[in-house]
């Protein structure tokens, strides 16, 4: 084929849809990954340490800090006297989280004072010396306590179409449950952390390990009284974060910066693995409570539910994550007639906030829960009545929010899935084994995945990137999006070198920077490459048509005899490599540099009518999980699973898999090992790896088998056709929920198991308990 003929086609993508591996691998492996307290800080950087509250509810009548300040290496300690500008560190800007509480305590570890060290251990040996004296209220621990109290951080809020109570009593069949669904800590292996250094002018320069950059930005501002121009935070990447660093990460940048603003020096603040665990918010516990009626075959006629969720003290994110709750409360099922209301309950616990899926987990669990019980009730496999009440064709495409659902390819999922798991011939094979085994007993769910793409809190779907071009041909990229471990910035870089027809390692990834792009939004909702990467493309293409107006003016060719591969620009029937062709440009004072936008298009959301289009589309998948229980000890092990994922046509196959089979395994974690426990105090317990049980890499199936489904790609116009792969994957996880609810029902086939999450051998212990009557 001669070059003629390669110009007149548009040549296969080269660096884009190849599985690239992440581009700080080998220095993860080798720990040359430079974090925030890799940092080589500047000589006599100071250490804060935080001293918080002893008690979760009441106020503080004495806080005699005289020791603290006598200690050996503390230099100064900050109160919330010591803030020049507003004493709030809150996402909505609404005061209701103080960065430093001055009286009144809402929690268990909420911050009193902060100690500026010459070293940590100094810093946060002296904080220990503070002499407290408070007066204690009595505390709400969990939502039981709220609702009997009636408090609340927002209004209740409902979706609603028909009525669900007349449609559910005229019902054939009907059902009530009640279960709990627990929180999850996130466990970042890098904790909070950030450092603050003061710069001329009042300036201030923040290291944050944070999802949210301008976020940390204008807040820090806030509180030290300044504007957001004399604020830059920067970060290059983080050791996870998960949810945990999109609000969460901001007090902690707050408090360095106010130390640094008050001492003149470096200040940086690193939480201790306990202090963190204890002083951060997790995933939102929820207590749901529902009724369905259905006909004779487990077709769904109407759904009434409640989600009762601990929110914690203050707000955070609690109306964007339960509203997402109820947005997914439908998984993958048309519901004819419904109420689904949300009811966000104020605890005396630490404030609850974003976690991967950000509430959609805990409404898809409901839902499966549900479909589980349906399938109790009638006497049919779970996987029948799935499929049964699957979103279909008009009249059964509407959501409970009013939006279509125009792309939906779960039947076509979980059917190539039911076949290539070998879905029946495990079931009979299971009912068998189960039959003749007395102490233990299998399960097998296969459950699907519908997951809403796109921030429902519409302003935030933007983004923007800064694209330079130099002389000799490299390419500098800088964008909104935080590197949390994702592969976010190999894929972004991927598109860019992509668009300029050269290999990966041209590509020059930079930190992120508020100085570089500003008011971005915050690095979630599993839309970071969806925007950060049409943002950067857009970029490229402003340079590019400046290229192409050049080239036009020097060689009389038309762009659409122009190719950028290979590393080479082909104008015509001559190949000029990109560096040469880049240098004449900045000869002929061409502008290779730009910053590029993409909005999110077609979404729009109505909260007070509940109606609307609050996701550019949806991504689907399917997993099939089978387990063992030991009926008596209540321990759980799962032999198998089966994944088939829709990532439309995927940017990077290796990155996808890999966040397929960790947010499989995080999801199995959250569904099982991972509890959390507060004592009657408000102290939690559960604050170290020795009391709380993340899964280890002897918990991952041995036989974890995961697939990407194939498909023409996504039928939305987003970045080559790709589809988000972040939070969906940690849904699939409720197959292995669904499947020991299917081995401990075994034991009594027409009762449902009132099995609560996480499924520990002790909550396995008690379902099986309560499912027999204690005869196991």
């Known amino acids: 084929m001669d070059l003629g003929d390669i110009i007149k086609g548009s040549p296969a993508p080269a660096v884009v849809h190849k599985p690239r591996p992440h581009d700080s691998a080998a220095k993860h492996m080798t720990g040359e990954a430079i974090y925030v307290d890799d940092i080589k800080a500047p000589v006599g950087t100071l250490h804060a340490a935080p001293g918080y509250a002893p008690i979760a509810a009441g106020r503080v009548t004495k806080l005699d800090l005289d020791a603290v300040r006598k200690a050996p290496g503390v230099v100064d300690v900050l109160t919330a006297a010591d803030i ?7 996402a909505k800007g609404i005061n209701d989280e103080p960065a430093i509480t001055p009286e009144k305590i809402m929690f268990y ?21 503070a002499r407290i004296t408070t007066a204690p209220g009595m505390p709400m621990i969990d939502v039981d306590d709220a ?17 669900p109570a007349a449609e559910i009593a005229s019902a054939p069949r009907k059902i009530t449950g009640e279960f709990r669904i627990g929180g999850q800590e996130h466990f970042y292996l890098e904790g909070q952390a950030a450092l603050a250094i003061p710069g001329g002018d009042g300036d201030m320069y923040v290291c944050s390990s944070t999802q949210h950059p301008s976020e940390v930005q204008h807040i820090v501002a806030h509180v030290l009284g300044l504007d957001s121009n004399a604020v830059t935070v920067e970060v290059r990447r983080m050791g996870g974060g998960f949810g945990g660093k999109e609000s969460q990460a901001t007090q902690w940048a707050v408090l360095a910066a106010l130390g640094a603003r008050k001492t003149g020096r470096a200040c940086k603040m690193r939480l201790d693995r306990d202090d963190d665990m204890i002083m951060t918010g997790k995933r939102h516990d929820f207590k749901v409570d529902y009724t369905a009626g259905f006909g004779k075959d487990g077709g769904i006629r109407g759904v009434d539910v409640t989600f009762a969720a601990r929110c914690g003290y203050s707000e955070d994110l609690s109306m964007g994550v339960v509203d997402r709750t109820m947005f997914h409360a439908d998984s993958g099922y048309y519901y004819p007639v419904l109420r689904i209301l949300a009811r966000r309950m104020r605890t005396n616990t630490v404030s609850n906030t974003a976690f991967r899926g950000f509430g959609g987990p805990q409404g898809k669990l409901f839902a499966e829960r549900m479909i589980d019980h349906i399938a109790y009730a009638v006497g049919r496999d779970p996987l029948e009545v799935r499929k049964a009440n699957f979103y279909g ?43 003749s085994s007395p102490v233990l007993k299998k399960g097998l769910a296969l459950t699907p995945v519908k997951f809403g793409i796109s921030f429902t809190l519409i302003h935030l779907n933007q983004a923007g990137a800064l694209v330079h071009v130099y002389r000799d041909g490299s390419i500098s990229l800088n964008h909104g999006g935080t590197e949390m471990g994702q592969g976010l910035f190999v894929k972004v870089a991927q598109v860019v070198a992509e668009e300029f027809g050269q290999e990966l390692d041209r590509v020059k990834i930079t930190a992120t920077s508020t100085a570089k792009v500003p008011n971005t939004g915050p690095t979630a909702a599993s839309a970071g490459t969806d925007l950060n990467a049409q943002a950067a493309l857009a970029a490229c293409r402003t340079i590019k048509d400046r290229l192409f107006d050049f080239i036009e003016e020097k060689w009389s060719v038309g762009r659409d005899a122009v190719q950028f591969r290979e590393g080479k620009v082909f104008i015509g029937n001559q190949a000029v490599e990109f560096g040469e ?19 999110t298009p077609k979404i729009h959301w109505d909260r007070e009518k509940a109606s609307g289009q609050p996701f550019f589309y949806f991504a689907y998948g399917a997993a099939c999980s089978e387990v063992t229980i030991d009926t008596m000890t209540g321990e759980m092990k799962v032999d198998r699973v089966d994944i088939l994922h829709d990532v439309g046509k995927s940017l990077n196959p290796a990155i996808d898999i890999g966040q397929i089979e960790g947010g499989f395994v995080q999801g199995m974690g959250w569904l099982t090992t991972e509890e959390l426990v507060w004592d009657s105090a408000g102290r939690l317990a559960t604050h170290a790896p020795s009391t709380y049980k993340i899964p280890t890499a002897a918990d991952v199936p041995e036989d974890f088998r995961v697939a990407l489904y194939e498909s023409g790609g996504n039928r939305e116009d987003t970045i080559y056709r790709s589809k988000a792969v972040g ?21 009594k086939p027409a009762v449902m198991p009132r099995l609560d999450a996480p499924a520990t051998p002790e909550a396995i212990m008690r379902a099986i308990r309560a499912t027999t009557g204690g005869d196991s």
């Open 109 to 129: 570890g909420q911050v009193l004072f902060v100690v500026l060290g010459e070293t940590r251990d100094q810093a946060r040996r002296a904080t220990k010396l």
């Open 84 to 90: 020049p500008g507003v004493n709030d560190v809150s």
């Open 581 to 599: 062709l880049v240098e004449q440009a900045f000869r002929a004072r061409v502008s290779l540099s730009s910053t590029g936008f993409y909005k």
């Open 727 to 747: 939070e969906p994957p940690l849904m699939l996880a409720t197959s292995v929920f669904s499947a020991i609810l299917n081995a401990i029902g075994s034991l």
């Open 147 to 163: 609702v009997v109290a009636d408090s609340m951080v927002l209004p209740d809020y409902a979706f609603e179409r028909g009525d």
């Open 393 to 435: 064709g008009a009249g059964r495409d509407r959501t409970p929010y009013n939006m279509r659902v125009e792309d939906n390819i779960l039947p076509e999922i979980v059917g190539e899935l039911e076949r290539t798991s070998d879905y029946w011939a495990r079931r009979k094979a299971i009912t068998e084994f189960n039959a």
